[in-house]
T-cell receptor
Framework: AQKVTQAQTEISVVEKEDVTLDCVYETRDTTYYLFWYKQPPSGELVFLIRRNSFDEQNEISGRYSWNFQKSTSSFNFTITASQVVDSAVYFCALSGTTGANSKLTFGKGITLSVRP | DAGVTQSPTHLIKTRGQQVTLRCSPKSGHDTVSWYQQALGQGPQFIFQYYEEEERQRGNFPDRFSGHQFPNYSSELNVNALLLGDSALYLC????????????FGPGTRLTVT
């Protein structure tokens, strides 16, 4: 069975601060995908980043960066120089890589509040 | 290029009633998945449809059923509504075999009174 744990429930920062969102996952699959989604108050899930399990290279995309460590089953997400518009609920998710196992398993989410 | 659309946006039903939610996938997509998101929780997978058949199912009772039409659009039906069915219902579409690219619709907010 797959499981995603987001131990942080709420984070509050002041604008321009960097913030890291933690994610720990469990899976028996040897290959899998990891995701981060953002959910603003409107409710729609917005895709942010995706990582394949066989590629542990960490990357930066604009203000977003992620740290994928297979050894600790962690997939942490960092927002640099946070902005008020970053305020939302952030979900970490996990899926298999085959068509028959493509369902997404989500964590409970982290509510991020960025104060001006 | 139209994204994933869902209807209705909001819905209020009474316990015991039945409800049908609708989803149109992103243009070119052939697979539709449904998720239930209770307040303060992450989305939970209900089921997935491909080629008009249910391909995967999560841990939801038989009261939850679905259908996919030849044009790839999909319906989610919930019978004998319970108060606990109140949630945001999200639809996601993808291409078969490309579960790494699932696009979500805006959701339908169902309130059961």
């Amino acid at each position: 069975a797959q499981k995603v744990t987001q131990a942080q429930t709420e984070i509050s920062v002041v604008e321009k601060e960097d913030v890291t969102l933690d994610c720990v996952y469990e899976t028996r699959d040897t290959t899998y995908y990891l995701f981060w989604y953002k959910q603003p108050p409107s409710g729609e899930l917005v895709f942010l980043i995706r990582r394949n399990s066989f590629d542990e290279q960490n990357e930066i995309s604009g203000r977003y960066s992620w740290n994928f460590q297979k050894s600790t089953s962690s997939f942490n997400f960092t927002i640099t120089a946070s902005q008020v518009v970053d305020s939302a609920v952030y979900f970490c998710a996990l899926s298999g890589t085959t068509g028959a196992n493509s369902k997404l398993t989500f964590g409970k989410g982290i509510t991020l509040s960025v104060r001006p | 290029d139209a994204g994933v659309t869902q209807s209705p946006t909001h819905l209020i039903k009474t316990r015991g009633q039945q409800v049908t939610l609708r989803c149109s996938p992103k243009s070119g997509h052939d697979t539709v998945s449904w998720y239930q998101q209770a307040l303060g929780q992450g989305p939970q997978f209900i089921f997935q449809y491909y080629e008009e058949e249910e391909r995967q199912r999560g841990n939801f009772p038989d009261r939850f059923s679905g259908h996919q039409f030849p044009n790839y659009s999909s319906e989610l039906n919930v019978n004998a509504l319970l108060l606990g069915d109140s949630a945001l219902y999200l639809c996601a579409s993808s291409l078969v075999g490309r579960g790494d690219e699932q696009y979500f619709g805006p959701g339908t907010r169902l309130t059961v009174t």
